[in-house]
């Protein structure tokens, strides 16, 4: 299991992440995000992460997201081979982010699948379109408002999203929670909850736009 | 392996030893004949010369122009330790099927324990003739050299001295009066500096070192000093004294699906190497020698004892593990299993320990990294470094893992937050954008009448914009789509000029722009042409 910050545990049916599990999200729309949330869980507990296949991943974002540089291997293009590189670095990592730069066959997924559960890692599906297992954990952001724009004024400060976690066996009854991602206390707070009152009246208008 | 106490207040004897040299192994190795003078040269400097060269006068240590000018016709091969060491590999397993415990020191050197070859054979000279006919035969020629005596130094400096004659036996007990004529400087690998110094303060064989009394050598040279001084009296030094490891200094790693090619099992085996020497500091223990085992798919198992003389680096370990897998070849399956397993473990006598293990969370990830590479080549794998800059891609580069900004904790979080922490007057301030396009997309900005948008000399928008596009084959996650719509929320533009002094300058406005749907993008103007720089994905 790994502990999740608080504010995103309540999406989780188990209060954390489980391993040996097959997270998916959606690459954009507040998906990355989410995924390098995810990764500075990890790595702030001593747990190893890879990411493979997403050469242009934010890694200042990840900086300041909390994810420590120091246990984070990148592997941006690993071409054809692919679904070897994601079966060895499961093997050692305990988290390996992935965007598939081509769907997988129905036997290499299942096999990969395998091998995140039997080593006991989480397999982060960035973009899970064409994957043909159904993943154990689905997070999708169902609303993002992003904080401090205006018309030709301010910048981007924090952003609330709300997202929604359904999947396989007890996470089939969907989740969902409204965060800061990221929040407006600056860097270390990655991912803040909204009390409810208040998210409900900044995401309600929203909701249908994403 | 042999007895495994060291009784206390009582020196063991020294264990009679059967060492066997081919001193012009890498000859031998470059496959030259003997009836033709060649010669392998390392650093200008002749390794090893073929018996026909030798006639013309070609020897060891000689320049190369010199041993062209005394021999003609003379074929020159470069120096390459693996096809040393490959082509040492069947020798080893020809004096393998005469005794057991045979360890390779080098390649063009092994050893093994004499006790049990010349109680079988009849006596030490016959175990040593036996030996170097089986190892000859294997080389398919005359060359190697043969001697036993009680310590490895002493049946080095024995085979070495009977190339001439047939083979060298110091009887038991002897070793000492044998080698006090030696010079300090046949202490070999690893003592090159302290020989140097005990002949300049006049003790200039090994006799004479052993002579000296052991407190007082122990005083003045420390650890080193007082192994070679066990040497001269031809003991084995103490910290390589038999005795069973603690197991769990053994690394492995297992191979699903199995690796055929030896080039990835040999990354592994790096990361194998560096592991088990970490453990081993930890516990502040050295090894005399490492096993190297590999079981194949077929259910083969595999395994050799390598001597590990001198320093004990992570990397001159990794090369004999990639060595004796290269000997053993292509073998009919492939490998599913690796272990690298320290023997004849003493205490790290005079060694600096690493103040802070390794976690196994970290071995294991190494090891990952390592296959990896050896899949796709080591610059495939990269670790994030933090560094200055103004744009979100400036501020943050990937390196090769391992190299020196790399991989290493200390390079790239330490040292990068510092140089990232300086101002930049300029960078795009915090939350940085989660997704960083490289190359930037080609965007189209156009404001509420459709017009192209433009920002003027002076920095000013000619219009509010209102709709961005990009192409959508560029796009940078495929099946996400090209990021584009009405913009409903705008800031910028900011001026941004780098480099101005030189040709590398460039000249950008950028502007943050939230669209519908509530993504949000960072994109600049340079030379007219809107650029998306990233995305806060």
């Avoid at chain 1, 999740?4 to 209060?15: G, Q, R, T």
């Amino acid at each position: 299991m790994f502990e999740i910050p608080a504010a995103m545990a309540d999406l989780f049916p188990e209060k954390g992440l489980r391993r040996a599990s097959t997270v998916a999200l959606q690459p954009l729309s507040g998906g990355c995000s989410l995924a390098l949330a995810l990764a500075a869980s990890a790595t702030s507990r001593g747990e190893w992460a890879a990411a493979v296949g997403i050469g242009s991943l934010g890694l200042l974002a990840a900086a300041e997201m909390g994810v420590d540089l120091g246990r984070l291997a990148l592997v941006p293009d690993p071409g054809e081979r692919w679904p070897e590189v994601v079966a060895a670095l499961l093997d050692g990592f305990g988290m390996v982010v992935l965007r598939p730069s081509a769907p997988p066959g129905g036997e290499e997924a299942r096999r990969l699948v395998a091998r995140a559960r039997e080593r006991g890692a989480v397999l982060v599906l960035l973009d899970a379109a064409g994957w043909p297992e159904t993943p154990d954990l689905r997070l999708t952001v169902r609303a993002q408002i992003w904080e401090g724009l205006g018309a030709g004024h301010g910048r981007l400060s924090c952003r609330r999203v709300e997202v929604a976690c359904g999947g396989r066996r007890a996470a089939g009854r969907e989740r969902v929670a409204a965060l800061w991602l990221p929040s407006p206390d600056g860097p270390s707070a990655a991912a803040a909850a909204i009390p409810a009152g208040e998210a409900g009246a900044g995401l309600g208008g929203a909701a249908a736009a994403v | 392996m042999s007895g495994g106490r060291i009784l206390p207040g009582r020196t063991p004897p020294s264990e009679r030893v059967l060492v066997a040299v081919w001193p012009d192994w890498p000859v031998v190795a470059s496959g030259q004949p003997p009836e033709v003078p060649a010669a392998v040269v390392e650093a200008n400097r002749v390794r090893a010369a073929t018996p026909a060269a030798r006639l013309a006068g070609v020897g060891r240590g000689l320049r190369r122009r010199e041993a062209e000018e005394r021999c003609p016709g003379l074929v020159l091969v470069g120096g390459d330790p693996a096809r040393d060491a490959r082509a040492w590999e069947p020798v080893v397993a020809a004096v393998e099927g005469l005794a057991v415990g045979v360890e390779v020191c080098a390649a063009g050197k092994l050893c093994l324990p004499a006790r049990g070859p010349s109680r079988y054979f009849g006596g030490d000279a016959a175990a040593a003739r036996r030996v170097k006919a089986a190892a000859e035969t294997a080389a398919g020629q005359p060359g190697c050299a043969v001697g036993v005596a009680d310590g490895r130094l002493a049946a080095t400096l024995a085979a070495l001295s009977a190339l001439s004659a047939q083979e060298a036996v110091v009887p038991p007990g002897g070793s000492r009066e044998w080698l006090a004529p030696w010079p300090v400087s046949a202490l070999g690998a690893g003592f090159e500096e302290l020989a140097g110094l005990l002949v300049r303060l006049g003790i200039r064989t090994l006799g004479g070192l052993a002579a000296l009394p052991g407190p007082s050598v122990l005083a003045r040279f420390g650890p080193s000093g007082e192994e070679a001084r066990r040497l001269a009296r031809g003991e084995d030094p103490l910290s390589h004294r038999p005795r069973r490891p603690p197991p769990d200094l053994a690394c492995s790693a297992s191979f699903d699906p199995p690796e055929e090619r030896i080039e990835a099992a040999a990354f592994v085996a790096k990361a194998l190497a560096g592991e088990m020497l970490d453990r081993l500091a930890a516990a502040g223990l050295t090894a005399g020698a490492v096993s190297i085992e590999a079981s194949t798919e077929h259910g083969e198992t595999l395994s050799r004892r390598w001597r590990l003389e001198g320093d004990l680096a992570a990397a001159a370990l990794a090369e004999r593990a990639r060595w004796q897998l290269e000997g053993w070849g292509r073998r009919s399956g492939g490998l599913v299993m690796l272990r690298l397993a320290p023997e004849e473990v003493g205490p790290g006598l005079g060694r600096q320990l690493a103040l802070w293990g390794r976690s196994p969370e970290e071995g294991r990830a190494r090891r990952a990294i390592a296959r990896v590479q050896g899949l796709l080549g080591p610059e495939a794998v990269a670790a994030a470094v933090l560094t200055g800059g103004r744009s979100p891609a400036d501020r943050a580069r990937l390196v090769p893992w391992g190299s020196s900004r790399g991989g290493d904790r200390a390079g790239s979080a330490r040292g990068g937050d510092r140089v990232g922490d300086a101002p930049w007057p300029g960078r795009v301030p915090r939350p940085s954008p989660a997704l960083v396009h490289r190359p930037p997309l080609s965007a189209t900005l156009l404001d509420s009448a459709g017009m192209p948008l433009t920002v003027s000399g002076r920095g000013i928008l000619s219009a509010p914009p209102a709709f961005m596009s990009t192409a959508g084959a560029q796009a940078p996650l495929s099946t996400a789509g090209a990021p584009g719509g009405r913009v409903t929320a705008w800031a910028g533009p900011w001026p941004l000029e780098e480099r101005w002094w030189d040709a590398a300058g460039r000249r950008r406005a950028r502007l943050q722009l939230l669209l519908e749907g509530g993504d949000a993008h960072l994109v600049y103007c340079e030379s007219g042409s809107w650029w998306v720089e990233a995305s806060y994905a």
